[in-house]
């Protein structure tokens, strides 16, 4: 059956004694990192504050990991080559045993320093009384009576987080706190052998797990890594793993985040240890029986029988047989019984009994020899066997000594072993977290190197047909937004133009579509609506100077109006007047014309065109101008029906209010009128059939 496994979830490197511990308990061990320790981003406070030692009454570490960055940082401050030098008269405090082991290996213990710790965790003799490492513990051992701390400065070291517990009680006591971070603590990231370890451990065939939690945050940092990185029933599956917990606020965190089977522990890596290996002896299934080694058996020699002494003959005589007396003898052993029961009772009378009674003396004094004789033997053979077993037990001593010294040795070098391959682990975890971001970069690279070899890989076909697309494309823009045939026209021919270069048959569809929409262009009339939007422009520069009937200035004559057409000869020169002129009627043209520049007579249709104010008839002018630019402006949209009328509009006032005999005025009419006689409504051909065709070949 495998054995049970314990997920550590201490901070990189802070966990060997516990993990050597654990191993040599039988327990597999997991390292899963759920806490990153590293220095503070800014050491400047705790600098200045170390540099101000003399100044605080009571210096508090809240972990070894502060007492660790703290004497450091002291020692740059000191600026000396060794350890740092703590001030002997300035009191520590420390939260546990961890801390307590940390300032000793940095010389800081009794008796040159006072170190203020819980009951306990100096290694007291009452230390089971109190297995309690915290700030309530601390608070505990220190000097809180009335005044103790008034007017006194404290320095808390720490990490970045945590609770002020401590600080708020020294406050209340009237101590001023200065708690300045040593370290910082950051959410680490596990690497992917981690997380795979980790969904094997939550498979229903898996052995069983525990998980170590050795803080408050850890907790949260599971649940947050969980719910990141593990699927929602495996999330749930790891809610029900085995949970280990040496404080009661953490055990309180981690039933809060749903994790239902939480198991206290005492405090310390003593006491996390030994939860370890309860949970660990009720998981680990039944033991194997061990082999059954029989006890040596004392082997016994046989014990050499003397001979019993010859009867007399007339002994021998009398009984009639010697023999059964002789087999008695010889078949003494610790089991038989006294010779003498055996021996068969003398028959005969009393003649006989009163013959054979110095024999019966004879043989009770061999019987009284032979017992003499077995227990010599017996002695003999309990002191032999006595003395084999003492020399067996001897050797099977020396033997397991040897063995016991064998198997140390061994002990000692997988040690060292499984000490090297945790150090290699965690090399090859660095590296294979560094191989993981430069995998995940490298696929970024071959992302994009495929994304340049699948645009390096189009051919000379995929690129003309997107230039031809580009110039298809345009030609329909210009055609949409400005009307400008001309453009679109040259855009379809140089498309024309290359598919004819490239020659290819698939081409042929697309180049009888463009033909086609080449041939409809070119017959669309052509319009110049640049040339009517210059005429209106000037027939608007115009506007201000054209004479209002309304107006007072003298109109502008009509060349050819006033004056007489000049004689001339049969040669075509001017001739003087004829001389015989009647000087009344010379006389009389004169009178008219003179008349005629001082009175006008004129005829005026609309007779509110003479009523016509100053104002009124600069509110007119920017009447006309007005509709001239809206008419402009239809006309450059192509908005025939808006331009056409604006345009009548003009064309109305200028003609009501203005006097048309002006040549000005007739002017800008004439402008007006060739400016409508440009605007020809024109129907504009679309690239529908092209794009079309366009769209079929990239199909294919």
Known sequence: ????????????????QLTEALHAAGLDVLGFPLLAIGPAADDTPLRTALAHLADYALVVFVSPNAVSFALDALAQVQNTAGPAQWPSDVPVAVVGPSSVAALAERGIAAPTHRVIAPAGAQGEADAADAPRFDSEALWAELDTTPGAFAGRSVLIIRGNGGRDWLGDRLREAGATVDAVEAYSRTLPEPTGMQWQAVRDSLKPDAPPYAWLLTSSEAVRNLDALARLHLSPQQHERLKQVQCIAPHARIAAQAQALGFSHVMPAAPGDAGLLAACTQWGNAHAGPAAP????????????????????????????????TGPTTTKVERVTPETTSPSSSQAAPSGGGTSFTTHAPAGHASARRGMAAWWVVAVVLVLAIAGGFFWLQMRVEHLTQELARRQQSNDALVQETRVLSKNAQDTVKELQAKVGALDGQVVEARDKQAALEQVYQDLMRNRDDWEIAEIQQLLTNAGQQLQLTGNIQVALSALQSADARLARADKPQYNQLRRAIARDIARMKAVPDTDLTGAAIKLDESINQIDALPLLSGERMLDRVPGETDKPARTDARGAASAPAATGNFLSRTWD????????????????????????????????????????NARLALLSRNEPVFRNDLAAAQAMIGRYFDTRSRRVQGVLTLLKQSQASAVSVSLPTMAESLGALRALKKE
Request: net charge positive.
């Open 1 to 16: 059956m495998p054995r049970p496994t314990v997920v550590v979830t201490r901070p990189a490197g802070q966990s060997r």
């Open 590 to 629: 004169y009178v008219l014309s003179e008349l005629g520049q001082v009175i006008r007579v004129r005829k005026v249709d609309d007779t509110n065109a003479l009523l016509l104010s100053g104002d009124q008839g600069w509110f007119l002018r920017e009447n006309v101008k007005l509709r001239l630019l």
């Open 290 to 321: 061990e082999p059954v080694v029989p006890a040596p058996v004392p082997v016994v020699p046989p014990v050499p029988v003397a001979p019993a002494p010859a009867p007399a003959p007339a002994a021998t005589e009398s009984t009639g047989s």
